[in-house]
């Protein structure tokens, strides 16, 4: 039977960080991406609506469309928060 000082070093496992970069970078690019288009969509409405004189409905489209997307990202943050604690309670 070996001895403890025979045997060879254990190997540690190997680390997850250098794909996990990867997944992060990739998910920030889709989410700039999808900013500029929506910046883009946004620009173009508010050159319409004001070329034809009605910048005032867009306006209240811009406003609507803000507060929706106030209450998508506090939803998201909710549940978010939601799902951390339900598996922190299960540890």
């Known amino acids: 039977m070996r001895t403890p000082s025979d ?3 254990a190997t540690k496992p190997a680390s997850h960080r250098g794909r ?3 997944v992060v ?3 920030l690019l889709v989410v700039v991406g999808l900013t500029f288009k929506t910046f883009a969509i946004f ?3 508010a050159l319409w ?3 034809v004189s009605l910048h005032s409905v867009w306006l209240k489209l811009f ?3 803000a507060g929706l997307m ?3 990202v506090y ?3 909710l549940v978010c928060l939601m799902v951390y604690k339900f598996i922190v309670l299960l540890k």
């Open 20 to 22: 996990r970069w990867i």
């Open 7 to 9: 045997l060879p070093p």
């Open 70 to 72: 106030f209450l998508r």
């Open 25 to 27: 970078a990739a998910v």
């Open 43 to 45: 620009y173009t409405d």
């Open 75 to 77: 939803l998201v943050v």
């Open 49 to 51: 609506f004001s070329s």
């Open 63 to 65: 406003e609507v469309k």
